[in-house]
């Protein structure tokens, strides 16, 4: 397998609650006093072969065949790419198919099922998560699950951006980086769901995104980010942005859609309330 190329450097930011749990009994190669280049070396690189890329998918005949092609152009390369149609009524599991993609479909439309059965059918021991309206840079992939070389490292996320332009976008993109980084500090890790990495392992041992016996149909990415921070390091990458469909900023969407989220925020990450289930 060729070894992964040397990538420009990000600075994450980690973060673990201590746990008694298998996962965080690795050998704590972090603790040494040996170069990151050295940790490196002493364990097997990180390949394509070890990634499963999940896409949950509805009625996304127009946006997915973008994706797949900007995935085919990642400098990690042989991973297998699993798109989850949910409920689709258009055209999108024959996209995904002449892409090449393994396809999986869910009669019961809902973000947290499609996720949840694309992540239970992965076969390798990294699962990647993106969407369908995302658009990967080529390095992208190869950035994203650098900090799984570490065996400490259970999941690994980035950011995300408008695939708009303007001062205010801008601004945006800012004020939610800074958001992120905020709630990292205060143990709440705000994991986006096309843009993060997690160790299937890990991923099974905290019960995937499932928040007691449903699955979520919102925020099921930050409830798993909070669940893994439990068993091991939870890793921000705030240089390593997603670029994703402005969609639901358009017209007067911006303020409900805003809105909406705020109050999911504080559900989840504060009051820890149950979220309705996929429908």
């Not at 059965?117 to 190869?142: C, H, K, N, Q, Y």
Request: with cysteine.
């Amino acid at each position: 397998m060729a070894c992964v190329k040397r990538s420009r450097p990000t600075r994450p930011e980690s973060s673990r609650v201590g746990s008694d749990h298998g996962l965080a009994k690795r050998p704590c190669l972090t603790c040494r006093s040996d170069s990151k280049a050295e940790i490196a070396r002493l364990l097997p690189p990180i390949t394509g072969a070890d990634v499963s890329i999940v896409i949950p998918a509805r009625n996304e005949q127009e946006r997915l065949p973008e994706c797949l092609r900007r995935l085919q152009l990642q400098t990690l390369a042989g991973f297998e790419i699993i798109v989850v149609d949910s409920a689709s009524t258009d055209a999108t599991s024959d996209v995904a198919a002449a892409a090449g993609a393994r396809v999986l479909r869910v009669d019961r439309p809902g973000v947290g099922l499609a996720r949840q059965t694309g992540f239970d059918a992965a076969r390798r021991a990294i699962i990647v998560s993106t969407d369908a309206d995302a658009l990967p840079a080529s390095d992208w992939l190869e950035r994203l699950v650098a900090p799984l070389q570490d065996p400490l490292t259970v999941c690994a996320y980035g950011t995300i951006r408008l695939s708009a332009s303007g001062r205010l976008v801008a601004i945006g993109h800012a004020l939610f980086r800074a958001f992120q980084r905020v709630n990292r500090l205060v143990g709440r890790p705000i994991c986006c769901g096309p843009n993060f990495a997690v160790r299937a392992e890990a991923f099974r041992a905290v019960g995937g995104f499932a928040a007691g016996s449903e699955l979520p149909n919102e925020a099921e990415d930050v409830r798993l980010a909070m669940k893994l921070r439990s068993i091991g390091l939870v890793v921000y990458l705030p240089r390593l942005g997603m670029d994703v469909s402005a969609r639901s900023f358009a017209g007067r969407k911006a303020a409900a859609y805003i809105a909406h989220n705020a109050r999911v925020y504080f559900r989840v990450c504060w009051f820890r309330r149950q979220l309705a289930a996929s429908r």
